[in-house]
C-alpha cells in the first residue's frame, strides 16, 4: 500500500461516517460507528493524524501533486487547532445533530437496504448524547472565554432544533421490510431526551451569553482567527481580506452595470427595481406548478447534455444526476438550490436539489445558470468525474475544497448559451449575489459591519425579497469565509484559462483530472 492509502485507512477509522458518504464496501465494517468530532480525546487523535502524515511527506524530495496537496490538507488542519472555532461547534448551517437525524429518515446518505443495516444504525447512534453533551461543554468553556455565537444565530438554532424535535423529522416513513424490533421508536429514545437536553441549555444558559455583534471581529483574538480562515477557504497563500474585498466591491459595480445594459437593451424604461419587478411579474418567467419547475430544470440539462458537455468537454460521466426537490421537512433551513454527490460505487446517485417552499421565488430567467452550476458541467459532472476516475487517490476524492468545487461551478456558468437577454439577466442575478458576499462577508467579520448596513447595502444591488436577503446573511455570519469561495475560485480559473495555450477541452481536462485541488497547487500545474 502507498502512503495515500495509509493515510485514508487511518482517517477513515478516525472518521467512520465518512463512509455512510462514501459506501465503499472495504469500509462496511465501520457502519456502526459514528465518531464525535467535539471529544478532546478525538481531537488529540486528529492532531496525531495529520502530524505523522505532514512528517512523511516533508521527507519526501520531490512531491507530485497529491503529495503537495496531502501536505497541505495537514499543515492546514494542524493550524486550525490553534484557534478557538470549536467553541462554537453548532450553528443551523452547519449542524451535525441535524445531519445525524436526516441520516435517521432515509433522506440523507446512509442506506437502509436490509434489516442489518437497520440494526447496525441504531448501535451506530448510541453516542449521540455524548456528542450533544461535547457540543454543550464546548459551548459552556465558550461562555468562560468569551467565544460565543451571535444571538441572532443562536435563536435561528434554537428554532432549527425544535422544528426537527416537534415535527420528528427522524422517523423513517419509508421501512419497506419487516423488522423485529420498532427502529422509529428506538430513534425517539435516543433522539429526543438529547435534543430537548441541548434545547433547555440553549433557551436557560447560552443564549443570555450570546454577543450582540455578528461578526468575527467581536470575539478576542476574531481577526486574527478570520484571517486564518480566509487562508483556509480560498487555499491561497498571498490572498488578503483588503484585496477581496476591493475586488468584491469592483465586480459589484461591473455587474450592476451589466444588468443596466440588458434593462436598456430590453427597451423598459424604469429603473433597475421596477425592471426586477416587471420579469418577476411576466407569466413566461413563472412556473405553473412544482411540476412544471422541476421538468423545466430536466428539460434545460438535458440541452446542456447535447451541446455544451459535447463540444467543451473530452470525457462523460456514467452517473446521471437526478433533479429532486429539497425534502419538505428542510424547505425553511436550506439554500436556494443544492447539490448531494452520489457515492464512490455508485450506488446512490448525485442530487440537485431544488427548494420548492414558494415557487413564485423561482424564475426561469435563472434556469441555465443554476443548471450549469449545480448539474452539468458543475457540481455534478466534476464531482462524478471524480468518483469514477480510479486514478485520484481516495483522500483526493473525499477532500471539500469550497474553493475548486465552488470555484469551479461558478466557472461553469461562464459557459451557457443564454440565447435570451432574460436567460443572461437570471446569470448577471446569481452573479451578483456571489459578489456580494465578497462585499458583506469580509465587511461583517473583519470590517465589523452592523447587521443594518449590511442588510442595507445587500438590498441596494440584490432583487431579492427581504427575508431571502435575511437567510443568506445569516448564512454568512453563521460559517464566515465559505462564501468567498466562489469568486475568488472561478477568478483563479479564469485567470489560468486566460494564460492557457490551448483548447477549451484541452483546458478544462487539465483543471479536473487531479480532482479538488487547494489553488495554490492547481495554479501551480499551469507554471
Not at 95 to 118: C, P, R, T
Not at 150 to 168: D, G, N
Not at 255 to 265: A, G
Not at 358 to 367: A, Q, T
Request: hydrophobic residues 35%; proline residues 3%.
Amino acid at each position: 500500500m502507498n502512503i495515500y492509502d495509509n493515510y485514508f485507512d487511518e482517517l477513515m477509522e478516525l472518521f467512520p461516517s465518512l463512509n455512510d458518504f462514501l459506501n465503499l464496501d472495504k469500509y462496511k465494517h465501520l457502519q456502526t460507528k459514528l465518531e464525535n468530532p467535539f471529544d478532546k480525546s478525538h481531537i488529540k487523535k486528529q492532531k496525531e493524524l495529520y502530524k505523522k502524515y505532514l512528517d512523511l511527506i516533508s521527507k519526501k524530495k520531490r512531491k507530485n501533486v497529491y503529495d503537495k496537496t496531502l501536505l497541505y490538507m495537514c499543515d492546514e488542519a494542524l493550524e486550525s487547532y490553534k484557534y478557538n472555532y470549536d467553541l462554537t461547534p453548532i450553528n443551523h448551517q452547519d449542524n451535525l445533530l441535524a445531519s445525524i437525524l436526516e441520516m435517521a429518515n432515509g433522506e440523507g446518505v446512509y442506506i437502509f437496504k436490509v434489516k442489518q443495516d437497520y440494526v447496525n444504525f441504531i448501535e451506530k447512534i448510541q453516542i449521540f448524547d455524548d456528542i450533544v453533551q461535547s457540543v454543550i461543554d464546548n459551548m459552556k468553556q465558550g461562555i468562560k472565554k468569551c467565544y460565543t455565537m451571535p444571538k441572532i444565530i443562536c435563536i435561528k438554532l434554537i428554532e432549527q432544533l425544535e422544528a426537527l424535535l416537534s415535527t420528528k423529522t427522524y422517523l423513517n416513513n419509508s421501512i419497506k421490510i419487516k423488522l423485529d424490533f420498532d427502529f422509529n421508536e428506538q430513534c425517539e429514545s435516543i433522539f429526543s431526551p438529547s435534543l430537548t437536553r441541548l434545547i433547555v441549555f440553549l433557551k436557560k444558559e447560552y443564549l443570555n451569553t450570546c454577543r450582540t455583534t455578528i461578526g468575527m471581529c467581536g470575539l478576542p483574538k476574531g481577526k486574527k482567527e478570520y484571517k486564518f480562515l480566509v487562508k483556509s477557504s480560498t487555499t491561497l497563500s498571498d490572498i488578503t481580506v483588503e484585496k477581496i474585498h476591493n475586488y468584491g466591491v469592483q465586480e459589484v459595480k461591473r455587474i450592476y452595470e451589466m444588468m443596466h445594459t440588458i434593462k436598456n437593451k430590453l427597451n423598459f424604461n424604469g429603473t433597475l427595481i421596477e425592471f426586477n419587478k416587471h420579469l418577476n411579474k411576466r407569466r413566461d418567467m413563472n412556473f405553473r406548478s412544482k411540476h412544471d419547475l422541476l421538468m423545466t430544470y430536466k428539460k434545460q440539462l438535458a440541452s446542456i447534455n447535447r451541446s455544451i458537455m459535447k463540444t467543451q468537454f473530452y470525457d462523460s460521466v456514467k452517473s446521471k444526476c437526478e433533479i429532486i426537490p429539497v425534502p419538505q421537512y428542510n424547505e425553511k433551513f436550506s439554500a436556494e438550490a443544492y447539490y448531494m454527490p452520489g457515492d464512490l460505487e455508485m450506488k446512490r446517485k448525485g442530487k440537485f436539489y431544488i427548494n420548492l417552499r414558494n415557487i413564485k421565488e423561482n424564475n426561469h430567467m435563472e434556469v441555465e445558470s443554476l443548471t450549469l452550476h449545480e448539474a452539468n458541467p458543475g457540481h455534478h459532472y466534476q464531482l462524478t468525474y471524480v468518483n469514477e476516475n480510479p486514478n485520484i487517490p481516495l483522500f483526493i476524492k473525499i477532500a471539500t475544497n469550497d474553493a475548486y468545487q465552488e470555484g469551479w461551478a461558478l466557472y461553469c456558468e461562464n459557459l451557457g448559451k443564454y440565447k435570451t437577454y432574460e436567460s443572461y439577466y437570471g446569470k448577471l442575478m446569481l452573479e451578483m449575489i456571489r459578489a456580494l458576499r465578497l462585499v458583506v462577508d469580509t465587511g461583517i467579520h473583519y470590517y465589523g459591519w452592523s447587521y443594518h448596513r449590511t442588510f442595507k447595502y445587500y438590498r441596494k444591488y440584490c432583487f431579492e425579497s427581504d427575508t431571502q436577503i435575511h437567510n443568506q446573511l445569516l448564512r454568512y455570519i453563521s460559517i464566515p469565509t465559505q462564501a468567498l469561495s466562489y469568486k475568488i475560485g472561478e477568478r483563479v480559473i479564469l485567470d489560468l484559462k486566460q494564460k492557457f495555450k490551448g483548447r477549451s477541452k484541452d483546458f478544462h481536462k487539465k483543471v479536473l483530472e487531479y480532482g479538488s485541488l487547494p489553488l495554490d497547487v492547481l495554479i501551480s500545474l499551469f507554471l
